[in-house]
């Protein structure tokens, strides 16, 4: 139990264009998501967390006009790149937390490789 | 602030055992985790232990707490090939999960 799926699983773009990436939890209803983004060899680093029906609350330093969080229901968030640029090419992982994860953990998707040309 | 610190790298041979440390600075964390993840994959949730626990044994792993020293640790015992990975430990902050740098672990034969 507790799957998250991503799609696409990479996508590759050009400069100027909007990626729109998918994240669903497959067998539980996920109350609040997380979206990351991850550089080579390095941590995973928290872009934003979105409750169900809720506006995305950002980090400090995300700009939340380039990267549009949608948590529309229990199952699906999106996460748009919009005007996408080389620079932000990279791993972009989503997490979903849910009634089922009663110690709090949260459920990784696969990752989405997005690269800008 | 919360911060989150672990070696870079461990090299062990198959069937010996691994030890994978992490510091932590949140005294407040309720619960800690440790996640798996291979190379061009997310993360698998491996394990966790609640604060007021000492050690939690699950299969091959076995994770340590020093709630005082702010130290946690994972065991991984008979260590295949397949355990090659990154190895992140993480502790649930304010709201959020906040990982450490992440530990490389390299199983030879």
């Known amino acids: 139990g507790a799957v998250v799926s991503q799609h696409p699983s990479w996508v590759i773009c050009k400069s100027g264009t909007s990626v729109k990436i998918e994240c669903r939890s497959l067998d539980f209803q996920a109350t609040t998501m997380f979206w990351y983004r991850q550089f080579p060899k390095q941590s995973l680093m928290l872009m934003a967390t979105?409750?169900?029906?809720?506006?995305?609350?950002?980090e400090q330093g995300v700009e939340k006009d380039k990267f549009l969080i949608n948590h529309a229901s229990l199952t699906l968030s999106t996460l748009t790149v919009t005007s996408a640029h080389p620079e932000d090419s990279s791993f972009y992982i989503c997490?979903?937390?849910?009634?089922?994860?009663?110690?709090?953990?949260?459920?990784f998707g696969p990752g989405t490789r997005l690269t800008v040309t | 602030g919360e911060d989150v610190e672990q070696s870079l790298f461990l090299s062990v041979r198959e069937g010996d055992s691994s030890v994978i440390n992490c510091t932590y600075t949140?005294?407040?964390?309720?619960?800690l985790y440790w996640y798996k993840q291979e190379p061009g994959a997310g993360l698998q949730l491996l394990t966790y232990i609640f604060s007021n626990m000492d050690m939690k044994q699950d299969q091959r792993l076995t994770v340590l707490l020093n709630k005082k020293d702010k130290h946690l640790s994972l065991r991984i015992a008979d260590t295949q090939t397949g355990d090659s990975a990154i190895y992140f430990c993480a502790e649930r902050g304010f709201q959020k999960l906040v990982f450490g740098t992440g530990t490389r672990l390299l199983v030879s034969p």
């Open positions: 997490s979903a937390r849910g009634s089922v994860t009663s110690v709090g953990e949260q459920y």
């Open positions: 949140d005294s407040s964390s309720t619960y």
């Open positions: 979105s409750n169900e029906g809720s506006k995305a609350t950002y």
